[in-house]
Nanobody, 120 residues
């Protein structure tokens, strides 16, 4: 059974940092693309960063490029978030799919989400 469990969200001041973690189980990460989506209040969910389990190649959306770093270690995937801005506030979801195309069109596996709030 595929399971994704996020942790690490919380409240942080603008300019601060957080690291999100995603624990994956029930499947082999080597065969999947896994990444992070977020949904801000009143907005659609957006894909912000992915990593390929096969070759560790990465993708970042323009909104987080240069500030966020995705990484993988065994069955864990991390999102290091630096220089956080109020507009980074939202629920962050870990998700997995069999290809980059699946991540763009809608991955089949999702975690429950973790809240990130950037506010002074």
């Amino acid at each position: 059974q595929v399971q994704l469990v996020e942790s690490g969200g919380g409240l942080v001041e603008p300019g601060g940092s957080l690291r999100l973690s995603c624990a994956a189980s029930g499947f082999t990460l080597d065969n999947y693309v896994i990444g992070w989506f977020r949904q801000a209040p009143g907005k659609e969910r957006e894909g912000i960063s992915y990593i390929s389990g096969a070759d560790h190649s990465t993708y970042y959306s323009d909104s987080v490029e240069g500030r966020f770093t995705i990484s993988r270690d065994e069955n864990m995937v991390y999102l290091q978030m630096n220089s956080l801005k109020p507009e980074d506030t939202g629920v962050y979801y870990c998700a997995a799919g069999t290809s980059l195309g699946a991540m763009v069109s809608g991955p089949p596996y999702w975690g429950q989400g973790t809240q990130v709030t950037v506010s002074s």
